[in-house]
C-alpha cells in the first residue's frame, strides 16, 4: 500500500525565514495532496490542497510543489513568523478507491523570534 | 469556527476501566472518523463511519467501538483501558474523503 514520509521531524527557523517541509510518497496513481497544521492543544486545520494535475499552487505566503516524476510533496513557507510554530502534516489519498487519507508522520517546526 | 466538537478534552482513568469519548459535527457531513494520536505525534485510522456504517477499522483492538446515533454523532467507548491506550483521540468528519475537518481532540491518560 501507500508509504509516505515525512522530513525533517523538527526544524527551527528565525522569523522572516523560509522553512521547506517534504513528503515523498510511493503510488504513483496517488491523487489528491494536500497539507495539514496542527497548534498545540488544537486538531488539524487543513491549509492548502492540490490534486495531481497542479504542479504549484501558491496561497497567502504558502507554496506547494508538487514533483509526480520523483513523487515528492513540499510546503514551503515564506517569511515564517512565530504564529507558524506548529506541527506540520502532508496528506495523500489512498488510491484504492476507498478515498482513506494516509498522513505523513508530522513535522514540528518552530520559528523563533 | 470550530464545527466539530470533542467532549472530555481530558480524560485520566485507571486500567480495566470503561471510557467513552463524545463526538459532534455541525457541518452536516455525511461521514465521520475517530484517529488515535500518540506521543510522537503519529496519525492512526480506527474507525470511518458513513451513514451508520463502518467503512473503515485498522487493526483496532476489539476493546475500542464506535457508536452513532446519528450521521451528526460519532462517539468512542473503550470498555477496558490499557496503558498503551494513553493517547490524544482526534474525531473528523468530511463530506469528501480527501478533506477532513477535525475537533481540537481528547487526550486520554491511562494510569
Known amino acids: 500500500g501507500e508509504q509516505v514520509e515525512q522530513r525533517p521531524p523538527h526544524l527551527s527557523v528565525r522569523e522572516g525565514d523560509s522553512a521547506i517541509i517534504i513528503c515523498t510518497y510511493t503510488d504513483s496513481a496517488t491523487a489528491y495532496f494536500s497539507w495539514y497544521k496542527q497548534e498545540a492543544g488544537a486538531g488539524l486545520q487543513l491549509l492548502m490542497s492540490?490534486?495531481?494535475?497542479?504542479d504549484r499552487k501558491e496561497e497567502q505566503g504558502l507554496t506547494v510543489l508538487l514533483n509526480k516524476k520523483d513523487k515528492r510533496l513540499s510546503l514551503n513557507l515564506t517569511a515564517a513568523h512565530p504564529g507558524d510554530s506548529a506541527v506540520y502534516f502532508c496528506a495523500v489519498s489512498a488510491s484504492s478507491g476507498s478515498w482513506q487519507l494516509i498522513f505523513g508522520s508530522g513535522t514540528q517546526l518552530t520559528v523563533m523570534p | 469556527e470550530t464545527a466539530v466538537f470533542q467532549t472530555p478534552n481530558y480524560h485520566v482513568t485507571q486500567v480495566g476501566n470503561e471510557v467513552s469519548f463524545n463526538c459532534k459535527q455541525t457541518l452536516g457531513h455525511d461521514t465521520m472518523y475517530w484517529y488515535k494520536q500518540d506521543s510522537k505525534k503519529l496519525l492512526k485510522i480506527m474507525f470511518s463511519?458513513?451513514?451508520?456504517?463502518?467503512?473503515v477499522n485498522e487493526t483496532v483492538p476489539r476493546r475500542f467501538s464506535p457508536q452513532s446515533s446519528d450521521k451528526a454523532h460519532l462517539n468512542l467507548r473503550i470498555k477496558s483501558v490499557e496503558p498503551e491506550d494513553s493517547a490524544v483521540y482526534l474525531c473528523?468528519?468530511?463530506?469528501?474523503?480527501?478533506?477532513?475537518?477535525f475537533g481540537s481532540g481528547t487526550r486520554l491518560t491511562v494510569l
Open positions: 492540490v490534486l495531481s494535475n497542479v
Open positions: 463511519y458513513n451513514n451508520k456504517q463502518l467503512i
Open positions: 473528523a468528519s468530511s463530506s469528501r474523503a480527501e478533506t477532513l475537518y
